[in-house]
């Protein structure tokens, strides 16, 4: 029997500043990493990097950056990149991720909104309008497909993993800075925080995969 437990951390102001830091830079340092193996696979050659690779250049990018990555131990910057190794790993193993829909939820009638000032009547809810988008999302049929999904990954060998839904098209993929701003429109995305743009679709895409990849993560 495996054993999991978790602490409860309180820290200080300035401790609290410091674990601040220190997520935002190893964040740098995953995108970094993440950019460099995506760059080379996007080459004629299909290059491929592994974590031995990226790991071996420690020593240059410290020494470059003494103030951000060079302030942490070698240890924590290299479970950064065993975590990105597992799950480009998880992508080489015809993993299939999709947003975790909750059909139920999302097809639930509005409550009635009573009128305070007459007794036995109901303001407006919005119930026609949501009848109808709930006949859209039930024609669509996404809990049929995704059964169905699940059965042939099954047959097929295939891991199917479904993810956490929220802030998928909020969230840049660069800098993972997370804000409603984020959507400049329906097709564009472009984050507030460090300029980011990209198809809006694309970017949820993106996300999807590294949540599915960071699931595989913790329970390898």
């Known amino acids: ?42 080459h004629a050659s299909k290059t491929s990097i592994k974590y031995g690779d990226q790991s071996a250049q420690f020593k240059e990018i410290r020494a470059f950056d003494p103030e951000r990555q060079g302030r942490w131990s070698f240890s924590s910057q290299q479970a950064t990149l065993r975590r990105l190794h597992k799950a480009f790993q998880a992508c080489d193993h015809d993993v299939i991720a999709h947003e975790r829909l909750n059909t139920a939820g ?58 956490d839904a929220r802030n998928t098209s909020r969230t840049c993929p660069e800098c993972r800075h997370v804000a409603k701003g984020n959507r400049a429109t329906q097709a564009k995305f472009q ?18 995969l590294n949540r599915a990849g960071l699931v595989l993560c913790d329970v390898a």
């Not at 200080?12 to 964040?27: E, G, N, P, S, V």
């Not at 305070?116 to 309008?129: E, K, R, Y």
């Not at 984050?191 to 999807?208: E, L």
């Open 191 to 208: 984050c507030t925080a460090c300029g980011y743009t990209a198809n809006a679709d694309h970017v949820g895409a993106m996300n999807v």
């Open 1 to 42: 029997m495996i054993r999991a437990y978790k602490f409860l951390l309180r820290p200080t102001k300035a401790q609290a500043a410091a674990l601040t830091d220190m997520l935002w830079d190893h964040c740098s340092l995953y995108n970094g990493a993440l950019q460099e193996r995506r760059g080379a696979y996007r």
């Open 106 to 163: 999302m097809t639930k009638s509005p409550a009635p909104r009573p009128d305070p000032d007459n007794d036995g009547t109901f303001l407006a809810n919005g119930a026609a309008a949501k009848a109808g988008l709930n006949r859209s999302i039930l024609d669509a049929g996404w809990a049929q497909f995704l059964g169905i999904l699940a059965n042939k990954a099954e047959s097929a060998g295939r891991l199917v993993v479904p993810v």
